[in-house]
């Protein structure tokens, strides 16, 4: 996996990983697919994108074929503990339990999701 110390992805480049992530490997035109269903963007704007990834070692590009095929070279969970701590340290003076509260707040949960929350506080504890 590609060092996540070394590159912060851009917005674009989440929403594009985030395809990958959810499909494990996908065409440019797959993932402009998805994309072009939550916002208006060209296709050759994807491809660009995407390309620039390869280039950044964010994406991995298999050329084997005539339809090129990509999968991610960063791993989500990584790249979701790097935000987090980011977001935590920059906007929530370093402190996990009001990064938690600040995403919570105002929020409506289902009582699946409370007890997926307590099921979490309570391993935490142990």
Known sequence: MASEK???PTESELEILQVLW???EAT???VHEVLSNTRDTGYTTTLKTMQIM???KLLERDTAQRT???SPLIEKEKIQRKLLDKMKDGL???SAS???MGALN????SREELKELRNFLDKFEE
């Not at 105002?106 to 949960?109: I, N, V």
Request: aromatic share 12%; charged share 30%.
């Open 92 to 94: 929530f003076n370093g």
């Open 28 to 30: 440019v035109r797959e």
């Open 22 to 24: 959810d499909k494990g």
């Open 106 to 109: 105002d929020q409506s949960l």
């Open 68 to 70: 090129h095929i990509y």
């Open 54 to 56: 390869t280039v950044k």
């Open 6 to 8: 070394k590159y912060n």
């Open 98 to 100: 009001r990064l938690v």
